[in-house]
């Protein structure tokens, strides 16, 4: 099975210069909790997530309005896939990098969609997905590996890293 087979095409995107509000209110009215950012020519940039969104206002401890898309994905580790990729390769990608969301690109490396967890185990098993019948499912056992290495606990630091660098 090719990721085009299962990827959400329906994405909202926005710029590196959106400003945080903008991309909250992007999530809120489209009902996602991520939004890729994409350049002029829609090749992806990065992507920002709600917990993203969360942690830059309470770390800068600025309004969501006085923040950019820039901001969040300057040290971003940018996971994408090709349509043609398999799904087991974008599998393999979410566990290694911890990842919940894999942008998905076309040839000339432009976004054309985005696969999510959610869309992943819609169609694991003998689930239907978006009403519709699949041809082919995927198999569990590779999919809960990949749930269990992403959804695992990660360290977090004590203390809020923007009161770290005022402790130094």
Do not use: Y
């Not at 710029?15 to 909250?24: C, F, G, R």
């Not at 489209?30 to 709600?50: K, S, Y």
């Not at 019948?133 to 977090?156: D, G």
Request: aromatic letters at 2%.
């Amino acid at each position: 099975m090719n990721i085009n087979e299962i990827m959400s095409i329906d994405v909202k995107t926005c710029m590196p210069s959106s400003n945080l509000q903008d991309v909250a209110a992007l999530m809120w009215s489209n009902d996602c909790g991520a939004i890729p950012v994409v350049n002029e020519l829609n090749i992806p940039q990065g992507i920002v997530t709600d917990r993203d969104i969360a942690m830059a206002a309470m770390l800068n401890q600025k309004p969501l309005w006085d923040l950019t898309a820039a901001e969040i994905i300057q040290e971003q580790n940018l996971c994408s896939c090709q349509q043609n990729n398999s799904l087991q390769e974008c599998l393999n990608m979410m566990k290694e990098e911890g990842v919940r969301r894999v942008l998905v690109t076309n040839a000339d490396d432009t976004l054309a969609g985005i696969v999510s967890i959610g869309d992943v185990v819609a169609f694991t098993g003998n689930s239907n997905s978006r009403g519709k019948k699949q041809t082919a499912q995927i198999k569990h056992e590779p999919v809960l590996s990949m749930l269990k290495h992403v959804s695992a606990h990660h360290m977090q630091p004590q203390q809020p890293i923007a009161q770290m660098e005022k402790d130094s």
